[in-house]
Nanobody, 115 residues
Framework: QVQLVESGGGSVQPGGSLRLSCAASGSIFTFYVMGWYRQAPGKQRELVATISRDGSTNYGDSVKGRYTISRDNAKNMVYLQMNSLKREDTAIYYC?????????WGQGTQVTVSS
């Protein structure tokens, strides 16, 4: 079973940038779609961005134009470049993989946007 491990979270000031990484223990071709989701305190988990096996991407409305998802198939990695961060982007960010049968989740990485 492939495991997903996130890294790159931390604290940043509004307007700053962070890049999250998701390392898969096996081939990311296992997953039809990979993505990032986030959950803020007291809120439901929400879609941030997804990238399909063919490279097509999808973004949540709140991050369009600021975030970019990418994948490196050779390294079995998925990335989330986050620019122009806002306080409301503060959340735990989770890496996700869907293999057409079930979802796989990482343990999450905290992103805090604060001055």
């Amino acid at each position: 079973q492939v495991q997903l491990v996130e890294s790159g979270g931390g604290s940043v000031q509004p307007g700053g940038s962070l890049r999250l990484s998701c390392a898969a223990s096996g081939s990311i071709f296992t997953f039809y779609v990979m993505g990032w989701y986030r959950q803020a305190p007291g809120k439901q988990r929400e879609l941030v961005a997804t990238i399909s096996r063919d490279g097509s991407t999808n973004y949540g409305d709140s991050v369009k134009g600021r975030y970019t998802i990418s994948r490196d198939n050779a390294k079995n990695m998925v990335y989330l470049q986050m620019n122009s961060l806002k306080r409301e982007d503060t959340a735990i960010y989770y890496c996700n993989g869907w293999d057409l049968a079930k979802n796989f989740w990482g343990q999450g990485t905290q992103v805090t946007v604060s001055s």
